[in-house]
C-alpha cells in the first residue's frame, strides 16, 4: 500500500481553472470508485469537497468538480480564487477495509 | 451536530507508548455505516492513514504501522483511543480523528488535531 502520486504544486491566475492529478494502481484508484478529495489550508484540519470521485457534499461550491480516468483521479477547480488557495489531498479505498492518502499538492494562486 | 476532538499527551519520549482519545458527540459507533478514523501528519508534510474503527467493532490498520498500533473503545461509547507504541521522532506530527462514512468513503468532520512530538 503505497501513498497516491500527487503532483508537488500547481497554480494558476484567479478566474482560470487548474486540474491536480492522483495517481494509483489497479489495487486502488482503478479498481474502486471511492476517491474522495480534501483541502487544508494552513494550520487548520482537512475539509472534505468531493467523494466518490466526482459527488460533492452540501455546502461544497460547485466550482470543484472531480473525475477519474483509469488509475488517475483529478480534481479541478475552476474559476479559481484567492481562498482556493492551500493544501489539496486525495483518498481512496484500496480494497480490505484499508485506506491510502495521497502525497498532497499545494494550490498558488499567482 | 457532529464534533471530534483529540487528547493526549503533547510530548512523548522515544520507545515509550503514546494514547490519544477521541471524544465525539453528535453521531454513535453503534449505527451501522459509520466509522472514526485516525489520521497524522509530520510537520510540513503529507496526510497519513493509520486506522479505522468501523461500526460493529471491526478495525483495520495501516499495514506499515499495523504492529505497533490499537484502537479500542474509551471509558464512555463516545470516545475511540488509538495507541501507538515504540514511538520515535519520526511518530512527531499532528494526529487527526474524523468521522467516516463507510459506504462512500470519506472523512467528513475532522477534529483539530494534536501535535505530538517525539523527544528525549
Known amino acids: 500500500q503505497s501513498a497516491l502520486t500527487q503532483p508537488a504544486s500547481v497554480s494558476g491566475s484567479p478566474g482560470q481553472s487548474i486540474t491536480i492529478s492522483c495517481t494509483g494502481t489497479s489495487s486502488d484508484v482503478g479498481t474502486y470508485n471511492l476517491v474522495s478529495w480534501y483541502q487544508q489550508h494552513p494550520g487548520k484540519a482537512p475539509k472534505l469537497r468531493i467523494y466518490?470521485?466526482?459527488k460533492r457534499p452540501s455546502g461544497v461550491s460547485n466550482r470543484f468538480s472531480g473525475s477519474k480516468s483509469g488509475n488517475t483521479a483529478s480534481l479541478t477547480i475552476s474559476g479559481l480564487q484567492a481562498e482556493d488557495e492551500a493544501d489539496y489531498y486525495c483518498c481512496s479505498y484500496a480494497g480490505s477495509s484499508l485506506w491510502v492518502f495521497g502525497g498532497g499538492t499545494k494550490v498558488t494562486v499567482l | 451536530q457532529i464534533t471530534l476532538k483529540e487528547s493526549g499527551p503533547t510530548l512523548v519520549k522515544p520507545t515509550q507508548t503514546l494514547t490519544l482519545t477521541c471524544t465525539f458527540s453528535g453521531f454513535s459507533l453503534s449505527t451501522s455505516g459509520v466509522g472514526v478514523g485516525w489520521i497524522r501528519q509530520p510537520p510540513g508534510k503529507a496526510l497519513e492513514w493509520l486506522a479505522l474503527?468501523?461500526?460493529?467493532?471491526?478495525?483495520r490498520y495501516n499495514p506499515s504501522l499495523k504492529s505497533r498500533l490499537t484502537i479500542t473503545e474509551g471509558t464512555s461509547n463516545n470516545q475511540v483511543v488509538l495507541t501507538m507504541t515504540n514511538m520515535d521522532p519520526v511518530d512527531t506530527a499532528t494526529y487527526y480523528c474524523?468521522?467516516?462514512?463507510?459506504?462512500?468513503?470519506?472523512?467528513?468532520?475532522w477534529g483539530q488535531g494534536t501535535l505530538v512530538t517525539v523527544s528525549s
Open positions: 474503527r468501523y461500526w460493529g467493532d471491526d478495525k
Open positions: 474524523a468521522h467516516f462514512i463507510v459506504g462512500e468513503g470519506y472523512f467528513d468532520y
Open positions: 466518490e470521485g466526482s
